[in-house]
């Protein structure tokens, strides 16, 4: 089943209606389905109104004119301008001059009396594609028009338009993630007899208080399972922490275990034979230090 192109579900995204075989092919296509909808969520977020949004760094757009391989001409950033407010205040009605691509163009008045028209967007040109003076896209006329359009100019527009909404949500994913937890204590794991495999471990303190002990080893050839210990110093007191299945495993520790009585890291090969103690058979083991 050949699926939507990233074009057309980018045009659909920023507002284009459907063509019937699209809409049909969207209904039954949950892989298509979830694109457009991540795609029209950056949208939305991108035009939002609620807070201002800055201008992204040229870098942005000069990465994008790379990976697209895009002609000398449009490596001019179309969002930058040598004032960095002259892009976000509306010109007076009536008023001429220059646009920051170089063109002049005389300023019509809008339905909101912004008397903002196409060449006061960065990078656009005024244009006749039967939108009216209010400056309304056809897009019926638009999907006509860009079937004859290269890809990578329509994908250059598109991510130009989206980019400042993808820094939104970015934004607002690093507001609403969990701050880094932070660390008590670490040590180096070495191999003991038998055993050629290093790791490491370390507890940490998550923001809500509670502590985690987590384990990393390489690869090791085991006979049974591998369990991870907190020893005492002197290896006769211990509590078992569970089973580490793979190279990487965390254990949140009890609020009463107290770590400094059981500092030493013990990762051990366990037999399955229901016997609940030490085989005795560790494969690495390390102290924890702060």
């Not at 980018?10 to 991540?38: F, I, N, Q, V, Y």
């Not at 509306?90 to 339905?111: F, I, L, N, V, Y």
């Not at 896209?137 to 290269?150: E, N, Q, S, T, Y």
């Not at 690869?219 to 007191?237: M, N, S, T």
Request: proline fraction near 9%; aromatic fraction near 2%.
């Amino acid at each position: 089943m050949a699926h939507l192109s990233e074009e057309t579900l980018t045009l659909l995204a920023l507002g284009e209606s459907p063509e019937p075989a699209e809409r049909a092919h969207l209904d039954g296509c949950g892989r298509c389905a979830a694109e457009l909808a991540a795609l029209g969520h950056v949208v939305r977020a991108g035009r939002a109104e609620s807070a201002p949004v800055p201008a992204p760094d040229p870098r942005v757009w000069a990465a994008i004119h790379a990976e697209l391989g895009l002609a000398a001409e449009l490596a001019a950033d179309p969002l930058a301008t040598g004032d960095p407010g002259a892009d976000r205040a509306p010109s007076a009605p009536g008023a001429t001059g220059p646009d920051p691509a170089g063109r002049t163009s005389a300023a019509t008045s809008g339905p909101d009396g912004t008397g903002q028209d196409a060449g006061e967007r960065p990078g656009t040109a005024a244009r006749d594609d039967g939108a009216g003076s209010g400056g309304v896209v056809d897009l019926a006329a638009r999907r006509r028009a860009r079937r004859g359009v290269p890809w990578p100019l329509a994908a250059a527009a598109a991510a130009a338009a989206l980019v400042v909404g993808g820094v939104s949500v970015w934004g607002a994913q690093r507001l609403d993630r969990e701050p880094d937890p932070t660390v008590l204590a670490t040590a180096e794991l070495e191999p003991l007899a038998g055993y050629t495999a290093r790791g490491s471990a370390e507890v940490d303190e998550r923001a809500d208080g509670t502590r985690q002990l987590v384990v990393r080893t390489d690869p090791a050839d085991v006979d049974g399972f591998k369990e991870v210990w907190l020893l005492a110093p002197d290896a006769q007191r211990m509590v078992s922490l569970g089973v580490m299945a793979g190279d990487e495993a965390v254990f949140v520790l009890p609020e009463n275990l107290d770590v400094e009585r059981f500092p030493v890291v013990d990762v051990s090969d366990e037999p399955v034979d229901g016997d609940p103690t030490h085989s005795g058979d560790s494969i690495v083991r390390g102290v924890l230090a702060t």
